[in-house]
Structures are given as structure tokens and as C-alpha cells.
């Protein structure tokens, strides 16, 4: 099935040109640096927007009686909303220090998805399709959200 963070993604973006246009019109700069206040924000206001595109788009699988794909939007929803928590707990621990909060998330977008990723190799082991296209969506939600963040908060 080959890598799953590639495969949906390179379908789907996660607006990287959109978000590119949001950071030039929105920074404010001081030597060349983003201010974390905007970036944050824009971050944020990123994850949020994907939030409500997921509920939007399972709400009308489920009404098209599409259950499993509304299903799998549930999921992807799901990961934003989870790495949504831990930017903020990330941001709350930090204290205030921008170093100490990218640290922190980098270290939850690595840490995270491991266990996705295990569970990706057994069920394609096992030839489990279903959990193998589920593990998939929580892997390719969490590169784009890494990537969203690289781009953004970097």
C-alpha cells in the first residue's frame, strides 16, 4: 500500500499556498521572524478550520448514507482536534518560551504517531484492510499537521 503519509496527501494539500498567503498578508516582522502571536494564530485558526471541514464532510457522507467514509472523517477530525489539545498543553507548559514550546510539539508529532504507526505495520501483517486504511488517515492527518506547524511555527 506503500507510505500512507504520501498517498492522501499528495491528493489532498493542506493549503499550503493559502496558508503561505495568510503568513505574508498576517507577519509581523521583527529582524525577519515571525511573531509567535500570529503564527500561533494562523496555526490555530489552520487546525480549527480543518476541524470544522471534517464535520462538515462526514455530516454529508453520513447523510448520503455513506457511514464508513463519515466514519473516517470522524477520525481525521479526531487528530486535529487531539493535536489541537497538545499545542495548547505544549503552549501552557512552555511558560511563555517560544524555544521550549516548538520543542515540546515537535516532540508530541514524533511521539504520537508511533503507535499509529505500529499498529499500520500489524495490520498490514495481517492483511487488515479496514485498519490499515484507518491507521493511514491518522498517520497523513498527523504529516500534515506536522508540516502545517514546520511551516507556520518554524
Same mark, same amino acid.
Given at each position: 500500500? &506503500?507510505?500512507?503519509?504520501?498517498?492522501? !496527501?499528495? @491528493?489532498? #494539500? !493542506? +493549503? &499550503?499556498?493559502?496558508?503561505?498567503?495568510?503568513? #505574508? &498578508? &498576517?507577519?509581523? *516582522?521583527?529582524? =525577519?521572524?515571525?511573531?509567535?502571536?500570529?503564527?500561533?494564530?494562523?496555526?490555530?485558526?489552520?487546525?480549527?478550520?480543518?476541524?470544522?471541514a471534517c #464535520? *462538515?464532510? +462526514?455530516? @454529508?457522507?453520513?447523510?448520503? +448514507?455513506?457511514?464508513?467514509? $463519515?466514519?473516517?472523517?470522524?477520525?481525521?477530525?479526531?487528530?486535529?482536534?487531539?493535536?489541537?489539545?497538545?499545542?495548547?498543553?505544549?503552549?501552557?507548559?512552555? $511558560? $511563555?518560551?517560544? %524555544?521550549?514550546?516548538?520543542?515540546?510539539?515537535? *516532540?508530541?508529532?514524533?511521539?504520537?504517531?508511533?503507535?499509529?504507526?505500529?499498529?499500520?505495520?500489524? /495490520?498490514?501483517?495481517? =492483511?487488515? /484492510?479496514?485498519?490499515?486504511?484507518?491507521? $493511514?488517515? @491518522? %498517520?497523513?492527518?498527523?504529516?500534515?499537521?506536522?508540516?502545517?506547524?514546520?511551516e507556520v511555527? %518554524?
Open positions: 500500500m &506503500g507510505n500512507p503519509s504520501e498517498s492522501r !496527501h499528495k @491528493k489532498q #494539500k !493542506h +493549503g &499550503g499556498s493559502r496558508l503561505r498567503e495568510k503568513l #505574508k &498578508g &498576517g507577519r509581523k *516582522q521583527r529582524k =525577519g521572524i515571525i511573531k509567535m502571536d500570529t503564527s500561533r494564530h494562523i496555526f490555530l485558526t489552520h487546525l480549527a478550520e480543518k476541524i470544522e #464535520k *462538515q464532510r +462526514g455530516a @454529508k457522507l453520513r447523510a448520503e +448514507g455513506r457511514e464508513d467514509e $463519515g466514519v473516517f472523517e470522524n477520525i481525521r477530525m479526531n487528530i486535529y482536534e487531539i493535536f489541537q489539545t497538545l499545542f495548547l498543553v505544549a503552549e501552557r507548559n512552555s $511558560g $511563555g518560551n517560544k %524555544l521550549i514550546l516548538r520543542q515540546d510539539f515537535r *516532540q508530541k508529532l514524533d511521539r504520537v504517531p508511533e503507535n499509529w504507526r505500529i499498529s499500520y505495520e500489524k /495490520a498490514k501483517e495481517h =492483511g487488515d /484492510a479496514r485498519k490499515i486504511h484507518i491507521e $493511514g488517515i @491518522k %498517520l497523513e492527518t498527523a504529516q500534515e499537521i506536522r508540516e502545517i506547524f514546520e511555527l %518554524l
